[in-house]
């Protein structure tokens, strides 16, 4: 039982290594970016993991204004607004991505490097 | 009046509880995808009615349940709307459906 | 697309302006259920955008946006909700059988009524009711996929598409 | 019982994730996020931040999918097999993941009112909350009046996103001849109830907007929900038609606008002798005062994430294949 | 009571998990994403009773409104693509 308290600190570093693998593993961009959400999601579990208090509630006074244990409003705060950002910055990533696509006509990493190298090749 | 509400509520909500498991199995055991979309169509039209129609009976007349009832029409507007465009979208890919036996009826109206 | 039914009872344009602001106006205040002063305005602004949105979208221009609701409509929706618990139950009986009767059909079923709306409130009918299921409406004609013969032939009595036509007949 | 739906649930998001890695068809992958977010949310939820859940429902359920989406059709849908490099990455991560394992061993058990983080700000803010700033949600309190600062900078974070994309996208050689954009004009139930369910998906944008005070809601999440009804419209009848219903000279305004009002606030809070950001002064009682000033930051937040997420939108869905 | 329902909605999301991984179209795979979405809408509905708290019922609102924007992008995906390419029409995905 002690340790079922840890779960949700194992699931969120599990998540973040398999979201760090796809990043650091994978050639495909577009793979990278999806292993870059899944790392921000990570992070966002962990983060309001530590926010939850035993027999809390949301950090809303009801309307009847009955006394209330409230969880802690401040982790939420922080990854209510990240979760915004996060999507802009991906969609960020994914315009690049697309740039990337018409500029090299691909979007895998080894192989853009192998066109760079030709380009140099080429102009000595 | 209160327990027969209550009994009734409960009713509803286990039953919406055994459509939506059946739809599950059903969606995992039946063959084919248009086959399959048939059974998540269980969870997608009685489950809906039956677990929200619960909760209505138990929320009584409160603003709570009218926004439930708000909650079960869009589901029940959308759902259908989301089943139709993945099956429009499975045959636009070309999707053929297995069938034993085609009918038609053209002309019935 | 001007006159489609002859006996359709046409929605003048601002009348269904109108019907829209009421419904966003009352859905607000059901939604919001606090009933001070700066929310209520806030409402009415939000309703009131909602509306100049809706109107700059062109939803108002043709007739695809009414909404016929009636008495009859309750009617009709209650005989749905009977049809939707018969098909489910005998969706489930298929379902928890070993051996998965399943014998899938595909028809074209005519819809009795020109109005699109009608139309779109038929195969979404047919696809709420759990065995059939609409893929394709094209110019009034819905095919439907069934997982059954028996469902099929539940679906060619016409019972459905007569009640529906008959909502708008009044 | 919380718990034990919380373990379940997390499983199932576990199991989705590593598919979602796992998986060549990059589609697939995008499904499979969308049913991580969904399970995301749900988990939020059973964590008590109804706020937060919200805000990755307004999200995940439309938004990003549309984008991955709309990036996938203009790069490429499956990714190539790569060789080698593998074993090295996986051994790192493994030897990480051991380590960051044997560290949680210390952290305090999942709601324990003893760990840390409830000792130092947080009490003082659920604390202070109704005297001095009086409204029942005390995240928005945090996020637009005691934190407002931190808040401004994600705003000017997601407004650079904004613009960074725009650049990128905007400009790009025409090499076909304009075709209009059809979306799905010719698919007449999609379009009917997309039509009756586009003013209500508006209406709840605003309410949700204009309610942050009292239950979960805020300038964020009404953002995304706003930006997502007419991200819908774009897909019924067509870019073109939503880039005519919400010009761009509009929609950069929106963008820099929403961000400016929020600014401005501040500012006028200097002006009429308080701090940045310090919205006390801004009526002549200090409560009523943080309302308006409240108000007007959610309204400032709200315009610029609708803006930003529909530029982002529109600059994917409108350029055309190479 | 509350928590049975509770129970058969998280059993009924796991299935439809697997099916998501199972495949073997993605077509089925969007299916299954759907039947999560309706079963999440319902699962939030029914903690927000059992926590007793039915003012957050706005969560299951937003669900039920947006969630299928995304099988209409699915949709929309596809006709694009046998718009670009309609030999590429009848290949299957997966």
């Known amino acids: 039982m002690e340790y079922l308290g840890l779960y949700n600190y194992w699931i969120a570093v599990i998540l973040l290594m398999t979201g760090f693998y796809a990043v650091v593993a994978k050639r495909n961009m577009v793979k990278k970016l999806i292993g870059l959400s899944l790392f921000q999601a990570a992070v966002f579990l962990m983060y309001i993991t530590m926010g939850k208090v035993d027999g809390g509630t949301a950090p809303i006074f009801s309307a009847d204004g009955a006394e209330q244990i409230f969880s802690n409003p401040l982790p939420q705060v922080l990854i209510l607004t990240a979760i915004v950002v996060g999507i802009s910055t991906t969609a960020l990533g994914l315009a690049i991505v697309v740039r990337t696509k018409e500029e090299y006509g691909t979007i895998e990493e080894d192989e853009i490097q192998q066109i760079d190298g030709q380009d140099i090749d080429g102009n000595e | 009046m209160e327990t027969v509400i209550d009994i009734v509520s409960w009713l509803l909500l286990t039953s919406g509880g055994f459509f939506v498991l059946v739809g599950g199995v059903g969606a995992l055991r039946m063959p084919n995808l248009y086959t399959r979309m048939h059974a998540a169509s269980v969870t997608d039209s009685i489950g809906p009615i039956l677990v929200i129609g619960g909760l209505i009976l138990q929320a009584g007349m409160t603003l709570v349940s009218i926004k439930l009832a708000a909650i079960l029409v869009f589901l029940l507007l959308t759902g259908p709307t989301a089943s139709n465009a993945l099956a429009s979208a499975a045959m636009l890919s070309g999707h053929r459906p297995g069938l034993a036996q085609k009918m038609s009826a053209e002309d019935e109206s | 697309m001007r006159t489609l039914d002859p006996h359709s009872p046409q929605i003048p344009r601002l009348a269904s302006i109108l019907i829209l602001f009421a419904l966003l106006a009352v859905t607000w205040l059901v939604w919001s259920g606090f009933f001070k002063a700066l929310l209520l305005f806030l409402g009415l602004v939000s309703s009131v955008l909602c509306l100049w949105l809706t109107i700059r979208m062109r939803f108002f221009d043709d007739y695809l946006f009414c909404l016929p609701v009636g008495l009859g409509f309750v009617g009709y929706l209650f005989w749905l909700l009977r049809e939707v618990l018969k098909s489910s139950l005998d969706v489930t009986k298929i379902v928890l059988s070993p051996s998965l009767p399943v014998s899938p059909r595909i028809a074209r079923i005519r819809a009795g009524s020109e109005h699109p709306y009608d139309q779109v409130l038929f195969a979404n009918s047919i696809t709420l009711t759990p065995g059939t299921l609409s893929m394709d409406v094209d110019k009034g004609v819905i095919t439907v996929h069934s997982l059954t013969e028996e469902g099929m032939r539940d679906l060619m009595s016409g019972e459905m598409d007569r009640r529906i036509t008959a909502l708008r007949r009044k | ?322 | 009571m509350y928590i049975a329902v509770a129970l058969a909605l998280v059993v009924t999301m796991g299935l439809a998990l697997i099916r998501a991984l199972l495949g073997p179209t993605v077509y089925d795979r969007v299916l299954a994403v759907n039947m999560m979405g309706t079963k999440t809408v319902l699962l939030l509905s029914v903690i927000t009773f059992a926590i007793g708290r039915p003012d957050f019922l706005d969560l299951a609102l937003a669900y039920a409104l947006i969630n299928f924007i995304g099988v209409l992008a699915v949709l929309e995906f596809f006709r694009k693509r046998s718009e670009l390419d309609p030999e590429n029409n009848t290949k299957e995905a997966e």
């Open chain 4, 1 to 322: 019982m919380n718990l034990i739906f919380g373990i379940f649930l997390l499983t199932l998001m576990l199991i989705t994730g590593i598919a979602v890695v796992r998986t060549k068809n990059l589609f697939v992958a995008t499904t499979l996020m969308g049913i991580f977010s969904l399970l995301l949310a749900a988990n939020f939820f059973l964590l008590d931040a109804a706020d937060v859940a919200l805000t990755e429902a307004a999200v995940g359920a439309g938004i990003s999918t549309v984008l991955f989406l709309s990036a996938l059709s203009l790069t490429a849908e499956q990714e190539k097999p790569c060789f080698g490099g593998r074993l090295l990455a996986l051994s790192v991560v493994v030897i990480t993941t051991l380590a960051l394992l044997h560290a949680t061993l210390d952290s305090p058990q999942l709601g324990d009112i003893n760990a840390p983080v409830h000792q130092h700000v947080a009490p003082w803010y659920i604390d202070k909350t109704p005297q001095v700033i009086d409204v029942p949600n005390i995240v928005t309190a945090v996020l637009a009046s005691f934190r407002g600062y931190d808040t401004l900078g994600e705003v000017f974070v997601v407004f650079t996103a904004g613009i960074g994309v725009m650049f990128l996208l905007s400009h790009y050689p025409r090499k076909k001849p304009h075709k209009p954009h059809e979306g799905l004009r010719h698919y007449l139930i999609q379009r009917l109830v997309g039509r009756t369910v586009i003013p209500f998906i508006l209406l709840f944008g605003f309410y949700v907007q204009f309610h942050g005070d009292f239950g979960p809601g805020g300038g964020f999440q009404a953002g995304a929900l706003v930006a997502a009804a007419i991200i819908l419209f774009a897909l019924l009848e067509g870019t073109d038609q939503a880039i005519h219903i919400i010009p761009s000279w509009f929609l950069n305004g929106m963008v820099a606008g929403g961000a400016l009002l929020y600014s401005a606030v501040g500012v006028a809070g200097m002006l009429m002798g308080g701090n940045f950001l310090d919205y006390s002064v801004l009526a002549s009682d200090p409560v009523a005062g943080q309302h308006l000033g409240i108000l007007l930051i959610e309204l400032g937040v709200g315009i610029t994430v609708t803006g930003v997420l529909l530029s982002i939108f529109l600059a994917f869905a409108s350029r055309k294949h190479f």
